[in-house]
């Protein structure tokens, strides 16, 4: 099984100033996103068309279309963005050093907080038009697809081997040629792998940014989010049945189209030199690769990237690397001081915007709300690791049952748990339980299944040699977990954990407050918080939670996840 | 095909030095002169961090020199040269290319229509034996023709100078065999469309075998030491007598260079950091001199013998025999070593006698353990951090070497039982501490 560390547990980057710097500035364009918008306000609201949800199932085949083409649009631009941003972090020092820790940053943004900034940026950027509306919602699940690819494309830039690179300069590729012969295909395994983390993440994202209300401004899109949400509103079961099952299909059809073939096919550009034994090609790709129609189409296609990729599109001959020379101190010195002058800018209008609305009980709220999730998303890590662990120990042990089970965890990694919330919430509602306790499982519906998958991979990476030397001293029972199993997994646990605590926290701005026609619940908490200024359009207090949010996150990541990781990878595998 | 002309390279007064923030600067490279005719095979011969890649990389137009000049065909080198490409030791081949693509690559780069890539590719593919592997991927290959493919990939461009960095050395002796000669008939035949060849090598055998001319080179810093010129018409035949002197004069050439500076460096013993340490393991150092003290050596062994003997390539052997003669266990003498009264005894003696020996060894002759240990004893709670002897080596030497120093010194130490250490807080410590149990 494949996996990748992610990108908030790579690298041994300790927290420094960039960090501090990075977060202002994130902070500051948002908050200047804001303003953007605001001050366009002057043309008159222009309140978009509501064309009307139909919740015939009828309907249901087109606003399936109409959310995947939202998501491959957003993908489209992830894609554009990560070329050009990682490219960018990667070839420059200096724009390096200010362009990863925002990524960093922007990674631990909850995305739905992005929702209440960017609606209104772009609503006002199309005044009155459907556009703004859709690319709004495009933009929502670009944010949940972008970062870690970009990262991912990062890292690979930065790993490059030596002698690739020379060789590349040695036969004078210029760089637009190095950049699709080398740079693309060695990063390609890890960009796949993190794009359709992504798209499976997505999915969750089309869904909720789909019907938004930010304050006044509201829209429904057509797509399956309007249509669960619609069924919310009207209370209709069997509707919101039909959009769980729609949802099944459309992520079978993605999972089986393009997922497979995907992973696999890029299994072509990893970077080792033994031949690894594959599994079975999935049936896409053999459809593609054997069916002479799709070969010829495939070949016409690569034909023209191909001669696209060949241009030179460069007049510079490649120069020598001047490895002795030392990078000029002056430069450097003005680099710092024009990112700590942004940095002091983005300060200055943060606390300008901050200090004219909000007051300094409004931050201890929002501290203590988060604490309250904090609790919840450590309680719910923890009760999930005591199931799944042992049964992706067991699953993963055993090789027929990997084979049957890794599918499937995967498969609902990528269904999106905000369908599943209505019957959850009815329930609550029918048995009149306590929210507070009974919203809280819903956060981690969704992702607990990075954590499973990830026990199975680890499981099933178990070395053998081990696992008979294991049988040989009859080691059994507690001692075989504490010194076995737990750590033989530990690296693939901490990489599954992290992804789902981080999808948690994310989950709690819709898995806090849940309604069921005019039934409305709320637990106490930092993504309630969010959700409910969110809905009355209480912009100040939405920015005060997005950043308590991305603190939390950057603090779990970076004083609990990462270290563990390292410590795991260090300790538990030889050499 | 002696020709007056222009040479096609010449390097002069060369020198690659990085640059440290305190201490001297690191010199990798220091006054190299070279001159490339056409028509000729010329082999850099020395041992790691001797410099020779980073002139080869020079030469190459990869890497720019700290001062000095390299000129290509009589103009000043600014980059990658059109006539030059290079073979590289790790093969440097794209996995996700197949055969044909990666020899085509060098002809994309000059934007070389699709018919004539084609052709001249074809050509290559089957001038190097690669006939009917053009549609495989590198992964498919063997290790040998894998570095068929990185030759035909150098010889489509029909470059004027081939490059060759160790091309030879990550394969196995009977396949590095074959090539070698393969390479060896192309030239002689003429049937290589290039008119010099460089080659990168640590193994004397093969720098005698192939070059017209050999440069010897010293380490610390890199120097050409020795001029040869090898006089014997191809192919040549390693079991001939003149051929296994000059064998066995190069290897005194390259012992003899390296013996003196050790001993009076240690005499004099003026900074304990100043040194780099081979990563010698002690497995290795008991082994050759058990090997040594019994039959058939009895105490002396000439090195290319003992090298053949035991399979090792130059590389391996001279920074074993050197941390042995370091150590007081063996001599090295024009070509030969020779076991000392000490290494005798460590090689006759039980586990824990060796320990003792290696100890008392270590004590002597490397100032560096005896300065950890000191560290270590006067801190109240004898713990010491490796960072801070890390930096006292990066003053002297590359980060790489510093590493690799403190590595063979924790080796080492651990092995005498002279301190622990605790890879985890990175940190030196001494053995009898009794916080270390209630931490488990």
């Known amino acids: 099984m494949t996996n990748y560390t992610p990108p908030a547990l790579a690298g041994q980057r300790l927290p420094n100033r960039f960090d501090g710097a990075a977060m202002l500035m994130v902070m500051g364009l948002l908050i200047a996103l804001i303003e953007v918008g605001r001050t366009t306000i002057g043309t008159p609201i222009a309140q978009i068309q509501n064309t009307p949800i139909h919740l015939s199932p009828a309907w249901l085949p087109y606003y399936a279309l109409r959310s995947t083409a939202r998501m491959f649009a957003a993908l489209l631009f992830s894609l554009i963005f990560t070329f050009t941003y990682a490219t960018l972090a990667a070839k420059s020092r200096r724009a390096g050093m200010v362009l990863i820790p925002i990524l960093d940053i922007l990674q631990s943004v909850p995305i739905l907080g992005f929702l209440t900034f960017t609606t209104v940026f772009f609503l006002h950027l199309f005044p009155g038009k459907v556009m703004g509306a859709e690319l709004a919602s495009v933009f929502v699940i670009f944010t949940s697809q972008a970062w870690n690819m970009a990262f991912s494309f990062y890292q690979s830039l930065t790993t490059l081997p030596d002698d690739l690179r020379e060789a590349s300069r040695s036969f004078r590729l210029s760089p637009w040629q190095r950049f699709w012969k080398l740079d693309v295909p060695f990063a390609m395994p890890g960009l796949v792998w993190n794009t359709m983390l992504s798209m499976s993440g997505g999915w969750f994202f089309v869904v909720a940014s789909e019907a938004v209300t930010v304050g006044k401004t509201q829209f429904t899109l057509p797509g399956i989010g309007s249509y669960v949400a619609v069924a919310l509103a009207k209370e209709d079961l069997p509707a919101i049945l039909y959009a769980i099952l729609a949802m099944l299909v459309v992520i079978l059809l993605y999972d089986q189209l393009l997922f497979r073939p995907l992973v696999a096919w890029s299994g072509k550009f990893r970077f080792e030199t033994t031949a690894a034994i594959s599994g079975p090609e999935p049936w896409m790709l053999k459809l593609l690769r054997r069916t002479a129609l799709f070969r010829t189409i495939g070949e016409a296609i690569g034909g023209v990237f191909g001669s696209v990729f060949r241009l030179r599109l460069s007049f510079r001959q490649p120069g020598q690397v001047d490895e002795t020379s030392e990078p000029s101190r002056m430069m450097d010195g003005l680099w710092f001081v024009m990112i700590a002058a942004i940095a002091i800018y983005a300060a200055f209008h943060i606390v300008q915007y901050v200090s004219t609305t909000l007051h300094w009980h409004d931050f201890f709220t929002a501290l203590l709300m988060g604490v309250y999730t904090a609790i919840r998303v450590t309680v719910l890590m923890i009760v999930a690791s005591l199931i799944w662990v042992p049964i992706g120990v067991w699953i993963g042990l055993r090789p027929a049952a990997t084979r049957i089970a890794q599918p499937i965890a995967q498969f609902l990694a990528a269904f999106p748990a905000n369908l599943l919330f209505p019957p959850a919430v009815l329930a609550i509602v029918y048995f009149n339980v306590n929210p507070n306790i009974w919203l809280t499982p819903l956060m981690l519906i969704g992702t607990q299944w990075y954590l499973l998958f990830n026990v199975i991979a680890g499981a099933a990476a178990f070395p053998g040699d081990m696992k008979e030397a294991v049988q040989n001293f009859q080691i059994r029972g507690l001692l075989w977990w504490r010194k076995v199993i737990i750590p033989g997994i530990l690296p693939y646990f901490i990489t599954g954990a992290l992804t789902a605590s981080g999808g948690a926290w994310n989950a709690s701005i819709v898995a806090e407050v849940a309604s069921w026609g005019a039934h409305k619940l709320a637990a106490q908490g930092l993504g309630a918080y969010i959700a409910q200024a969110t809905a009355t359009g209480n912009t100040p207090r939405v920015v005060l939670g997005v950043a308590v949010m991305a603190c939390f996150v950057i603090f779990f990541n970076r004083i609990l996840w990462r270290p563990l990781y390292a410590y795991a990878v260090r300790r538990t595998t030889l050499g | ?440």
């Open chain 2, 1 to 440: 095909m002696d020709q007056i002309t222009t040479p096609l390279v010449t390097v002069r007064n060369c020198r690659q030095a990085y640059h440290k923030e305190v201490g001297a600067d690191l010199v990798v490279l220091d006054d190299v002169n070279l001159t490339l005719q056409e028509g000729e095979i010329v082999a850099l011969l020395g041992r790691s961090g001797s410099g020779k890649s980073t002139l080869l990389r020079i030469v190459a137009g990869l890497l720019k020199p700290t001062s000095g000049e390299v000129n290509w065909r009589g103009n000043p080198l600014k980059g990658p040269a059109p006539g030059v490409a290079m073979v590289f030791q790790s093969f440097a081949l794209f996995p996700w290319l197949t055969v044909q693509e990666n020899v085509e690559l060098g002809l994309e780069a000059l934007g070389v229509k699709r018919n004539d890539r084609e052709e001249r590719s074809e050509e290559a593919i089957d001038l190097i034996g690669l006939g009917g592997y053009d549609g495989a991927y590198p992964k498919e290959l063997s290790g040998g023709m894998r570095q068929r493919v990185g030759l035909a990939r150098a010889l489509v461009v029909h470059p004027d100078l081939l490059l060759m960095d160790e091309p030879f050395s990550a394969l196995d002796v009977l396949t590095a065999e074959t090539l070698r000669t393969d390479l060896i008939d192309l030239w002689m035949d003429g049937k290589l469309p290039v008119k010099s060849i460089m080659i990168v090598t640590h193994n004397i055998e093969e720098a005698v075998l192939m070059a017209d001319r050999i440069l010897v080179f010293s380490s610390n810093p890199g120097r050409v030491a020795h001029e040869l010129k090898v006089p014997f018409a191809h192919p040549r035949n390693r079991f001939d007598p003149a051929f296994r002197e000059m064998v066995d004069d190069i290897y005194g050439i390259m012992t003899r260079r390296k013996v003196p500076e050790i001993h009076t460096a240690t005499a004099m013993a003026p900074n304990p950091f100043a040194h780099p340490l081979h990563p010698v393991g002690t497995n290795l150092m008991a082994g050759l001199l058990e090997t040594l003290s019994s039959e058939p050596y009895n105490g002396r062994a000439d090195l290319p013998a003992l090298a053949a003997a035991l399979q090792f390539e130059v590389d391996e052997l001279l920074p074993l025999g050197e941390t042995l003669s370091m150590l007081g266990f063996a001599l090295l003498e024009e070509g030969d070593i020779l076991i000392t009264e000490t290494g005798r005894r460590f090689a006759d003696a039980e586990t824990e006698d060796r320990k003792q020996i290696f100890a008392e060894a270590l004590r002597t002759h490397v100032p560096l353990i005896t300065e950890i240990r000191s560290v270590i004893d006067q801190r109240s709670n004898h713990r010491a951090a490796a960072v801070r002897f890390r930096d006292q080596l990066e003053d002297h030497m590359s980060p790489e070497y510093a590493e690799e120093t403190l590595r063979t010194v924790i080796a080492w130490g651990r092995y005498a039982e002279f301190f622990e250490y605790d890879e985890e807080a990175q940190q030196f410590g001494l053995e009898e501490e009794e916080e270390e149990d209630d931490k488990t």
